[in-house]
């Protein structure tokens, strides 16, 4: 069995739960501390449509994904095909319906702010 | 009949149907994670569609850290974040004891497996409650506010910025307040259900007196909302006021847009309901394990693939608590 395997190799079981749980609290505080004090200079730069520090919070969130799928879900250690049937499924998919979603919104509000309906009287 | 069977000669190989499982995973615990791949899906939508209507409305959307402020037990404090970071530390543990749980049943532990899945159960629990909490106060609402005739929200503040409450605007008027109700005709109208604890008349009967200040939901380009002069606010409010709201439904909200009120409560709602049907199948399944049903078994893999679960309701709700809280 897989697990089995990986209880053999450098790394207990147990030292990766904590590690991964240690990893996922630092994040956390970070967004949190981050989210409290907004830092100026990071709100005001604008890369791709968000501001830098929305784009922080999105990659730490899929850090935190990542640790939470491969390691306290085993994704690590499940065979090939499981994990990418899984995993590449829902990154395109995902990646997919989010950016014609998004992009979709802001052709609706650039038609609200631009065009002739009065939506606000 | 055997000369109808098709022989590819790639019998033995994984790919021609070979006696090795491809996926090397059993069928449950296999089915469980395509299930989680659906449902993720699911969840993606909904959070996609958040995000089409924020888009949509970019420059109007509610500010988070003004709507969810409250801390138990520090009334009044302005305390943005702690709470729901605390909440989101409770379920990222309690996701540790349901990993820790399944270590323990690959070692077939049977007592350490049971401790752990009671502390998994405790956190799901306290989960769900922090959930409710928020939602209280969320309905409950703060300040109060008043919407105009075009379904916008505006809100009180004084000269120094801060917010004031409807009961320090409102001036108390000898009216004869009716409530609606179904008996008197419109029975479909369903709107003034229940009476505000001020009309619209003696809001703006105590704004007229007041030095206060109007703030629109309209976001500046530092994020922060607009506030009127006092010439402009008083116009809105005598021209365009129509209704006091107080707390948020789903139909209006007091903090700006009602697709925000309807998003967190169908979203955070979904969520709250996958974690309260995950701490059920954790009680069931720490029963089945106190019986001995997996020692019997010589199997502790139903515990995984509940862990799986739990861990995906924890893996959503990081996603949640970015794009409500943070973002």
């Known amino acids: 069995m897989a697990h089995e395997a990986s209880t053999h190799d450098k790394h207990s079981p147990l030292k990766r739960i904590w590690t991964v749980f240690a990893i996922l609290s630092v ?34 969130t899929i850090v935190k994904a990542y640790y939470i ?6 994704m690590e250690h499940e065979a090939k095909g499981l994990r990418r049937s899984v995993v590449w499924t829902v990154i395109f998919l995902i990646a ?21 309906i009065a939506w606000d009287f | 009949m055997e000369a109808t069977v098709v022989r590819t000669g790639t019998e033995g190989k994984t790919w021609g149907g070979g006696s090795k499982s491809p996926l090397k995973a059993s ?39 003004e709507v969810f402020n409250h801390f138990p037990f520090m009334h009044g404090v302005d305390a943005p974040m702690y709470y729901v970071a605390l909440m989101t530390f409770i379920l990222i543990f309690s996701s540790v004891t349901m990993v820790l749980a399944v270590d323990a049943g690959h070692q077939m532990k049977k007592s350490k497996v049971t401790l752990y899945m009671f502390l998994t159960i405790i956190g799901g629990a306290i989960f769900v409650g922090s959930q409710a909490w928020e939602w209280k106060n ?9 919407e105009t005739a075009g379904g916008q ?15 320090k605007v409102a001036k108390v008027l000898p009216e004869d307040r009716v409530e609606h109700e179904a008996k008197n005709g419109l029975w479909f109208v369903s709107d003034e259900a229940s009476l505000t604890t001020y009309s619209i008349d003696e809001i703006k009967a105590g704004f007229q007196d007041s030095n206060y200040l109007v703030r629109t939901q309209k976001l500046d380009k530092n994020g922060a909302k607009t506030i009127l002069s006092r010439e402009e606010s008083l116009a809105v409010i005598n021209n365009q006021a129509v209704r006091v709201v107080e707390g948020a439904n789903l139909t209006r909200n007091e903090y700006g847009a009602p697709l925000f009120a309807d998003f967190f409560f169908f979203i955070t709602g979904f969520h709250g309901f996958h974690v309260l049907t995950g701490v059920i199948i954790n009680i069931i399944i720490f029963f089945n394990v106190i019986i001995g049903t997996y020692e019997r078994r010589r199997s502790y893999e139903m515990v995984e ?21 943070l973002v």
């Open chain 1, 27 to 60: 994040i956390t505080l970070v967004e949190v501390i981050l989210g409290i004090i907004k830092p100026e200079s990071l709100v005001k730069t604008t890369l791709i449509y968000m501001s830098l520090l929305n784009w922080i919070f999105i990659v730490l």
């Open chain 1, 69 to 74: 799928t491969w390691a306290f879900m085993h």
């Open chain 1, 96 to 116: 997919y319906l989010t950016f014609i979603l998004l992009t979709e919104g802001d052709y609706v509000f650039e038609v609200y702010k631009n065009g002739y």
């Open chain 2, 27 to 65: 069928y449950g615990k296999m089915m469980m994670w395509y299930f989680i791949t659906s449902d993720a899906l699911t969840f993606s939508a909904f959070l996609a569609a958040y995000g089409f209507s924020r888009f949509k409305f970019i420059d109007a959307w509610p500010i988070a850290d």
């Open chain 2, 138 to 146: 969320f309905i409950k609402g703060e300040y109060g506010a008043v």
């Open chain 2, 153 to 167: 929200i505006i809100q009180f503040i004084d000269n120094n910025g801060k917010r004031v409450a409807l009961d």
């Open chain 2, 305 to 325: 693939k509940v862990g799986l679960y739990w861990h995906f309701v924890d893996l959503v709700w990081v996603f949640v608590f970015t794009f409500f809280y």
